[in-house]
């Protein structure tokens, strides 16, 4: 080859080579911009300031905030909101619909007036513990029945914090018949508050901070908001001294982080994975964190303070049964998606109990 046709040759071929680099650039460029985005959101609460596990400490949204905003080395923030201090406690799932904040932290009960089928992603009564209900929601289907569940409003969502198995609350005079509960003014949320409904209780549905106060100046004459650890911290024990249990209202309560559809999609797929993967920590560390502490709780209410804690009585827990099934069922027959989703947990439900039985039967 002459020299001429050498040079002009390698000149095309450094010319192609140019456009095909800045083809390349063209196309990667997108991606190296997107991965260094930055966004800031805005996460409500339905639980109030200094809240352990529900608004502060191990598992809690503060925790979830800290965690991904670590991870993500700052790009992606959340500027987290107690109950009261940006909306209303029960007003979150409204505000993440709007657009009005990216994010909320509650529980998908408070939404039940929008959907029944949501409570079933956060607890049902004489339902599944934590180990078979997040097996449910991650391996068994649940959290494809959550989105599909939550579609039609534009957000989507995730198991968050768990409380495990919950007692069944305070009561300003014991229990002793199923009449008891007839014009009994009860603090309760969710598909619990429905059941006991069925045996003629007065629902009532109070943020936690204005629980003890309504039970102290008998505004309320029960109420039930978690565990000894919790409960204690709220001073209900200085309202009432029944405390009592079986869990059968709540034997798991999954926490909800509520995100907007339209930003969730608009996170690049790294952030995505840190958003999860923070708020399964989460999860765990709840759940880890209220098994530590209750115990201690419980000894420190019955030795100290005087607290009389029993379980309710055994025909008192037959009724509520039955109550169950039936607000269940009549439920499940008014909507195909409550149906869908009741029968699908009801399925798997049976399956994890036979196996359940089988593992703890020594």
């Not at 249990?245 to 930003?263: C, F, R, S, V």
Request: charged share 20%; proline share 6%.
């Amino acid at each position: 080859m002459k020299r001429r046709e050498f040079m002009r040759a390698g000149a095309m071929g450094a010319t192609a080579a140019a456009t095909i680099g800045a083809t390349a650039g063209m196309v990667a460029a997108p991606a190296v911009v997107r991965a260094q985005d930055k966004f800031a959101w805005k996460m409500t609460n339905a639980y109030g300031p200094g809240a352990p596990m529900t608004t502060v400490g191990p598992g809690s949204p503060t925790r979830f905030a800290e965690l991904v905003g670590s991870m993500s080395g700052g790009r992606l923030t959340f500027q987290h909101f107690a109950a009261g201090e940006l909306i209303p406690a029960f007003e979150g799932f409204d505000a993440v619909v709007a657009g009005t904040v990216e994010a909320n932290a509650a529980n998908s009960y408070f939404w039940s007036g929008r959907s029944f089928a949501a409570q079933y992603f956060t607890n049902v009564p004489f339902g599944m513990s934590f180990p078979g209900h997040m097996a449910w929601l991650y391996h068994g289907g649940g959290m494809e029945l959550w989105d599909e569940v939550y579609q039609p409003f534009g957000v989507v969502a995730f198991p968050f914090n768990n409380t495990g198995t919950q007692m069944t609350g305070w009561f300003r005079k014991e229990v002793t018949s199923v009449e008891d509960f007839k014009g009994l003014k009860m603090r309760i949320p969710g598909l619990s508050g429905k059941v006991y409904a069925a045996l003629g209780v007065d629902v009532r549905l109070l943020p936690g901070p204005e629980i003890f106060p309504a039970l102290e100046r008998g505004v309320i004459d029960a109420a039930e908001f978690v565990g000894p650890y919790s409960d204690r911290r709220l001073g209900l024990q200085k309202a009432a001294k029944n405390y009592y249990t079986t869990g059968w209202h709540e034997p798991n309560n999954a926490g909800e982080l509520l995100i907007n559809k339209a930003n969730w999609d608009s996170l690049p797929d790294d952030l995505k994975t840190m958003v999860r993967t923070a708020a399964m920590t989460c999860l765990v560390e709840s759940y880890t964190w209220c098994e530590s502490v209750n115990g201690a709780a419980l000894v420190e209410l019955v030795e100290k303070e005087g607290v009389i804690a029993r379980p309710l009585p055994p025909e008192v827990i037959a009724r509520l049964r039955e109550a169950t099934a039936d607000t269940l069922a009549t439920e499940a027959g008014k909507d195909p998606l409550v149906r869908k989703v009741h029968d699908h947990y009801m399925a798997f439900k049976a399956k994890h109990d036979r196996w359940s039985e089988i593992a703890r039967s020594v």
